[in-house]
């Protein structure tokens, strides 16, 4: 299908906003109308382009990129695929490569792709109820939330879209909490404590505790009141966490997007007991290492130490956009109608699904398969990729693991892309993050280890240049 613009010589001059559409099928497509310029009309007819583009050598994929680079904000350095399906642990582009995924979708597809279950329960939503608002009730989300209070500390759940905005629900809780907690209190605490190489989301309130300077600088001045300190250093934070300044402490128990580093029990231990001490909230960011990645249904299970706040996302509707926030009744009973909203927020097309997954990651035999395959693949990596001079280490937690290099991870990124492994960075951008989808099976995980493994010569070509 190709697209004509037709110039119309007839001098008009309509608000340069307006757009004409010509609907000749399914796919209009549309041109700006400028009143400085003879306007077009672009028509969509379903005509080949001249010269039959595969036979230019044009594939799909690149008029796909090509395309993008026009049409969308460039805020995405992308990988060059133009994915088209998926099944399992598999992806296929629009060329019909085939790729195996540990990517999962930055950790979303946890259930890999297609899942049956997953997708029964969308479609049965689908056609019974997709979105109502919060105005009113709906037995998806109430569901959910019941299930999601049933296996967890939590006593109540408030319902999101993305990782991001449950933090800044969390945000807004603790400040919220605080005032509720000292009515006569002309200043009560604001603050918060986060620490390095943390990442909480790329809104506003949840940048701002985003370590990274990179994300933050071009959007300061940022929410005020954060505190940045060293990731597992007791003796650095002691002191920080105080009675009328810190309103809450934000932790992720494994670090994903900072590198894969996990927290000690000692570390979260001390947490809980500095915010108990300062009247302080602990809120545990479990967005990317919560919902069984790490074995466990939730990464605190691991430390037996438990938060006030625990944010969810990525995993909860198996890729379907959803967040939550699982707080204690002390801190909703602060928390009162009209203090925060969302409008798509715990639709029932989106809970319906997070029912499915729920359902299947709580499993304790699912959890247990998902402990055994991430402690044979941490294995299986050391075994064939820790003897290479530039794996500084490997170290990770059931299936959220980290290959750290002494050089940049992107050479050996594109390798395994190249020979059909799909897998990310993290960290200063040297360090490779495995998340596969939880249902991969040990025989794909040892193929994923052989791509890596006969990738790793491309490091020694890149730290030559």
């Given at each position: 299908?190709?697209?004509?613009?037709?110039?119309?010589?007839?001098t008009?001059?309509?608000?340069?906003?307006?757009?004409?559409?010509?609907?000749?099928?399914?796919?209009?497509?549309?041109?700006r109308?400028?009143?400085?310029?003879?306007?077009?009309?672009?028509?969509?007819?379903?005509?080949?382009?001249?010269?039959?583009?595969?036979?230019?050598?044009?594939?799909?994929?690149?008029?796909?990129?090509?395309?993008?680079?026009r049409?969308?904000?460039?805020?995405?350095?992308?990988?060059?695929?133009?994915?088209?399906?998926?099944?399992?642990?598999?992806?296929y582009?629009?060329?019909g490569?085939?790729?195996?995924?540990?990517?999962?979708g930055?950790?979303?597809n946890?259930?890999?792709?297609?899942?049956?279950?997953?997708?029964?329960?969308?479609?049965?939503?689908?056609?019974?109820?997709?979105?109502?608002?919060?105005?009113?009730?709906?037995?998806?989300?109430?569901?959910?939330?019941?299930?999601?209070?049933?296996?967890?500390?939590?006593?109540?759940?408030?319902?999101?879209?993305?990782?991001?905005?449950?933090?800044?629900?969390?945000?807004?809780?603790?400040?919220?909490?605080?005032?509720?907690?000292?009515?006569?209190?002309?200043?009560?605490?604001?603050?918060?404590?986060?620490?390095?190489?943390?990442?909480?989301?790329?809104?506003i309130?949840?940048?701002?505790?985003?370590?990274?300077?990179h994300?933050?600088?071009?959007?300061?001045?940022?929410?005020?009141?954060?505190?940045?300190?060293?990731?597992?250093?007791?003796?650095?934070?002691?002191?920080?966490?105080?009675?009328?300044?810190t309103?809450?402490?934000?932790?992720?128990?494994?670090?994903?997007?900072?590198?894969?580093?996990?927290?000690?029990?000692?570390?979260?231990?001390?947490?809980?007991?500095?915010c108990?001490?300062?009247?302080?909230?602990?809120?545990?960011?479990?967005?990317?290492c919560?919902?069984?990645?790490?074995?466990?249904?939730w990464a605190?299970?691991?430390?037996?130490?438990?938060?006030?706040?625990?944010?969810?996302?990525?995993?909860?509707?198996?890729?379907?956009?959803?967040?939550?926030?699982?707080?204690?009744?002390?801190?909703?009973?602060?928390?009162?109608?009209?203090?925060?909203?969302?409008?798509?927020?715990?639709?029932?097309?989106?809970?319906?699904?997070?029912?499915?997954?729920?359902?299947?990651?709580?499993?304790?035999?699912?959890?247990?398969?998902?402990?055994?395959?991430?402690?044979h693949?941490?294995?299986?990596?050391?075994?064939?990729?820790?003897?290479?001079?530039?794996?500084?280490?490997?170290?990770?937690?059931?299936l959220?693991?980290?290959?750290?290099?002494?050089?940049?991870?992107?050479?050996?990124?594109?390798?395994?892309?190249?020979?059909?492994?799909?897998?990310?960075?993290?960290?200063?951008g040297?360090?490779?993050r495995?998340?596969?989808?939880?249902?991969?099976?040990?025989?794909?995980?040892?193929?994923?280890?052989?791509?890596?493994?006969?990738?790793?010569?491309?490091?020694?070509?890149?730290?030559?240049?």
């Amino acid at each position: 299908m190709s697209s004509l613009c037709v110039s119309l010589k007839t001098t008009v001059s309509p608000p340069s906003c307006i757009r004409r559409r010509v609907y000749l099928n399914r796919e209009p497509s549309l041109c700006r109308i400028n009143s400085r310029r003879a306007p077009t009309t672009c028509v969509s007819v379903g005509v080949e382009a001249p010269g039959n583009m595969g036979k230019l050598g044009i594939s799909e994929s690149k008029e796909v990129m090509e395309t993008e680079a026009r049409v969308l904000v460039g805020t995405y350095a992308r990988a060059p695929v133009v994915l088209a399906s998926g099944k399992g642990c598999k992806l296929y582009d629009v060329e019909g490569r085939e790729y195996l995924d540990l990517t999962s979708g930055i950790a979303v597809n946890a259930l890999g792709h297609g899942d049956e279950d997953w997708l029964k329960a969308v479609i049965e939503q689908a056609n019974t109820l997709t979105h109502v608002s919060n105005i009113y009730y709906s037995k998806p989300q109430i569901e959910l939330a019941k299930h999601l209070v049933a296996c967890s500390f939590a006593d109540r759940v408030f319902f999101t879209n993305s990782g991001t905005e449950a933090n800044e629900a969390a945000i807004k809780f603790a400040r919220k909490f605080q005032r509720h907690l000292h009515p006569d209190v002309k200043e009560p605490a604001t603050a918060f404590t986060a620490f390095s190489n943390c990442f909480h989301g790329r809104t506003i309130g949840a940048l701002a505790l985003t370590s990274k300077e990179h994300y933050r600088s071009p959007f300061e001045p940022v929410m005020p009141g954060v505190t940045f300190v060293e990731y597992g250093n007791i003796q650095a934070t002691k002191g920080l966490i105080q009675r009328g300044k810190t309103a809450a402490v934000f932790v992720e128990p494994i670090q994903g997007e900072g590198g894969i580093y996990s927290a000690t029990k000692e570390f979260l231990q001390f947490l809980r007991a500095a915010c108990d001490e300062a009247g302080a909230l602990l809120v545990f960011d479990e967005v990317q290492c919560g919902l069984g990645r790490t074995g466990y249904l939730w990464a605190h299970e691991a430390y037996d130490v438990f938060p006030d706040i625990m944010t969810l996302a990525k995993p909860l509707a198996g890729g379907l956009p959803i967040g939550a926030a699982l707080v204690t009744e002390r801190v909703a009973s602060a928390i009162a109608y009209g203090d925060h909203g969302s409008t798509f927020a715990g639709a029932p097309l989106v809970c319906n699904a997070a029912l499915a997954v729920l359902d299947k990651i709580s499993n304790p035999n699912f959890l247990s398969s998902v402990s055994k395959k991430g402690h044979h693949f941490l294995e299986l990596l050391k075994q064939k990729l820790g003897g290479n001079p530039h794996v500084r280490e490997i170290r990770g937690f059931g299936l959220i693991i980290g290959i750290d290099l002494d050089v940049p991870a992107s050479p050996l990124v594109n390798a395994c892309r190249n020979a059909g492994l799909l897998v990310l960075t993290a960290g200063k951008g040297n360090v490779v993050r495995l998340v596969p989808p939880l249902i991969i099976s040990e025989e794909e995980l040892g193929h994923a280890a052989d791509i890596l493994y006969r990738a790793l010569p491309v490091l020694d070509e890149n730290s030559s240049n």
